[in-house]
């Protein structure tokens, strides 16, 4: 089956069912979301080897716009879901990847950190201000995220934190959702479409293994600027701005300019070399 077709059919039998209710009442999508990844749509990026459909960025536009025609909150799950599958692709575990493949494995993105809803601040993505400490093979982290997709629902986050051990960059985590003392406070954030589960996450620390680094310790940044970002612009731009509000990663707007995500200095830096 072709992931055209299965789109067509979780788009009729699953999502369409829902969205009413997911939008009346912001009740997690959790039957799309499962059809989703029974269909394979969630594997969509996953290379071949893994179990995956092996496809890219065009295609995942494709699945995301199509979403958002019916169920906004299901698009800005898939929207998140895509980008953190996109990191995860390149520098996960074999097993996560497997998981995603075999569609038992939601992740989504926490990299935000400011939620003052003031003016856009060049580096809110791209410097974390998270704190990180190792111990042995266990390392704790301790930050707030905000504006997070799938909060509560996700069985991991792509998180950003300071580096371990270089003075500059950042650095990215797979942290997964039953690590301890990572929380959604039960009163989630006034953000995202409903039913999204946009909320803040906490993790006050949330103990995770030491491989769970996503790539080099201060690599993130670069991981942001080449791999992050030009997911999220393009996902967001296949649903349209008024389908999914922010995106999935908590991405900014820039006041007066409801289009623009990042600066234009950050922009400009998106192409690969």
Request: glycine content about 6%; some cysteine.
């Given at each position: 089956m072709s992931y055209r077709t299965a789109l067509a059919e979780v788009l009729t039998h699953a999502?369409?069912?829902?969205?009413?209710?997911?939008?009346?009442e912001g009740r997690f999508p959790r039957g799309a979301v499962t059809a989703l990844g029974a269909t394979g749509l969630l594997g969509l990026t996953v290379s071949n080897e893994f179990g995956g459909t092996g496809l890219g960025l065009p295609e995942a536009a494709e699945v995301v716009a199509r979403t958002a025609r019916i169920c906004p909150a299901t698009a800005a799950v898939l929207q998140a879901h895509y980008t953190a599958v996109a990191v995860i692709e390149a520098y996960g575990s074999p097993w996560v990847r497997a998981e995603i493949a075999a569609g038992r494995?939601?992740?989504?993105?926490?990299?935000?950190?400011?939620?003052?809803g003031g003016p856009y601040e060049e580096g809110q993505l791209l410097v974390s201000h998270c704190a990180v400490v190792?111990?042995?093979?266990?390392?704790?982290?301790?930050?707030?995220?905000?504006?997070?997709?799938?909060?509560?629902?996700?069985?991991?986050?792509?998180?950003?934190?300071?580096?371990l051990g270089v003075p500059d960059g950042l650095s990215l985590w797979g942290v997964p959702a039953h690590a301890p003392d990572l929380f959604v406070p039960a009163r989630p954030d006034a953000g995202g479409p409903s039913g999204s589960a946009t909320s803040t996450v906490l993790a006050d620390?949330?103990?995770?293994?030491?491989d769970a680094m996503l790539g080099e310790d201060g690599g993130g940044l670069d991981i942001v600027l080449r791999t992050v970002l030009p997911w999220l612009l393009e996902l967001r731009a296949a649903a349209g701005a008024e389908g999914l509000g922010l995106t999935g990663a908590g991405v900014p707007r820039v006041p007066g300019d409801?289009?623009?995500?990042?600066?234009?200095?950050?922009?400009?830096?998106?192409?690969?070399?």
């Open positions: 999502v369409a069912p829902c969205a009413e209710l997911t939008a009346a494995h939601l992740s989504s993105l926490a990299l935000a950190e400011d939620d003052t190792r111990s042995g093979g266990v390392v704790a982290l301790r930050g707030r995220k905000h504006r997070v997709v799938a909060a509560g629902e996700a069985d991991s986050y792509v998180w950003s934190s300071r580096p620390p949330a103990l995770i293994p030491a409801p289009d623009a995500t990042v600066p234009p200095l950050a922009a400009g830096s998106l192409a690969p070399s």
